[in-house]
Each structure stands twice: as structure tokens, then as C-alpha cells.
């Protein structure tokens, strides 16, 4: 079946530093790619999305590119910031059924 | 503002207790969707809906049981509450963006089963 790893957290970063959260998937089609954010508290929102291979996607300075090659859609920001922190959702979709990893936590400390 | 909305956002339940937690969106989405939350698992699907009287089984619907009589509301029913059903309820609703259905998530309904 169709299945998303990401990288276990916590993932603890001083304000500024730069951002990765690895994430691959399996797919048994063609599946759209998204991450997802939750807030302490909240539901999950949508960070970023894309469709095909090559398609990158970006959002409050978050990108993700999607490589077909590498089943891997990575989660990067060039600089966090306290308010990024959050759990991350990498998610797979195939007609109308999102298949999610199982969450990176991010800390963010000044 | 068109939005989704989940109640109770806490419920404290006794084992063997029947339990329904509403969903409400305000969208006119077709789709629904009734997700769990579990520390290591991420979001595992319980049960779905593509319109009015339409319901489908997810991976984790076992103990769980869905009604879809308007558009607007998929309430979820534990028949008998479990120790193992302590979990984060969320309910999603989705729509189509283009090429791909996007999913729009309530706040979650944290329930705790003694």
C-alpha cells in the first residue's frame, strides 16, 4: 500500500538556522504531494503542495520540490523563526485519500 | 466565513459508554473524512463520505460507525467506548484545487476513554 516516512523528531533549532525535514514516499500511482502544519491546539493546516515531478512547492518561506527520481518531497526554510514551531505532516495523496507520516515535532528556541 | 467545526473540543468518557462526536462544515464539500491522531501513528483514517447517504470504512473502523444524512454534518459514534479509542478525533472536508483535492481540518476533539 501507499506509505510516508519522515524523520523522527524532535528536531530542536536556534531562531535563524536553516530547515530540513526529510520525507519519502511509496506510492502505487501518481500521487500529489503536500505538507501539512499544526499549531499547538489546532488542526492541521496546509503548508505547501505539488502535482507533479519537478513541481516545487512554496509558503511563508517553506519549500519542497518533488522528486520523482528519489520518491522524496523534503520540507526546507532558510531561516526559522520561534513561530515556526509545530508538528509537520509529510502526506500523500491518490484520487481522495491523503496517507500521512507519522509527524516531525520542531522547536524553534532564541 | 465558510468553516469546519468539531464538538465537544474535550469529552471524558466511561468504558462501554456510547459516544458521538459532531462534525459540521459549512463549505457544501461533498467529501468528509474522520481522522484519529496517536503519537507514532500520525493521521490514521476511520471512515469517509462522498455525499449524502454515502459511507465507506477506512484502515482504523473497527468500533466506529458514521451517518451521513445532509450535507453539512458526519457525525462519528464509538458504540462502546475502549480504553484503546483515548485518542485526538479530527474531521476533514475536502474540495477540488485544480488538479488534487485539498483537505481542510477541524480543531479535533480530544477524548479520553476511562
Known amino acids: 500500500g501507499d506509505s510516508v516516512t519522515q524523520m523522527e523528531g524532535p528536531v530542536t533549532l536556534s531562531e535563524e538556522a536553516f530547515l530540513t525535514i526529510n520525507c519519502t514516499y511509496t506510492?502505487?500511482?501518481?500521487?500529489?504531494l503536500f505538507w501539512y502544519v499544526q499549531y499547538p491546539g489546532e488542526g492541521l493546516q496546509l503548508l505547501l503542495k505539488?502535482?507533479?515531478?519537478?513541481d516545487k512547492g512554496s509558503n511563508k518561506g517553506f519549500e519542497a520540490t518533488y522528486r520523482k527520481e528519489t520518491t522524496s518531497f523534503h520540507l526546507e526554510k532558510g531561516s526559522v523563526q520561534v513561530s515556526d514551531s509545530a508538528v509537520y505532516f509529510c502526506?500523500?495523496?491518490?484520487?481522495?485519500?491523503?496517507?500521512f507520516g507519522t509527524g516531525t515535532r520542531l522547536q524553534v528556541t532564541l | 466565513d465558510a468553516e469546519i467545526t468539531q464538538s465537544p473540543r474535550h469529552k471524558i468518557t466511561e468504558t462501554g459508554r456510547q459516544v458521538t462526536l459532531a462534525c459540521h462544515q459549512t463549505?457544501?464539500?461533498?467529501?468528509m473524512f474522520w481522522y484519529r491522531q496517536d503519537l507514532g501513528h500520525g493521521l490514521r483514517l476511520i471512515h469517509y463520505?462522498?455525499?449524502?447517504?454515502?459511507?465507506n470504512k477506512g484502515e482504523v473502523s473497527d468500533g466506529y460507525s458514521v451517518s451521513r444524512s445532509n450535507t453539512e454534518d458526519l457525525p462519528l459514534t464509538l458504540e462502546s467506548a475502549a480504553s484503546s479509542q483515548t485518542s485526538v478525533y479530527f474531521c476533514?472536508?475536502?474540495?477540488?484545487?485544480?488538479?488534487?483535492?485539498?483537505?481542510?481540518f477541524g480543531a479535533g476533539t480530544r477524548l479520553s476513554v476511562l
Open positions: 476533514a472536508s475536502s474540495a477540488r484545487a485544480g488538479e488534487v483535492d485539498i483537505q481542510y
Open positions: 506510492a502505487t500511482g501518481y500521487p500529489s
Open positions: 505539488a502535482t507533479k515531478a519537478d
Open positions: 502526506a500523500l495523496i491518490i484520487g481522495s485519500k491523503l496517507t
Open positions: 463549505w457544501n464539500h461533498n467529501n
Open positions: 463520505s462522498y455525499g449524502v447517504h454515502d459511507t
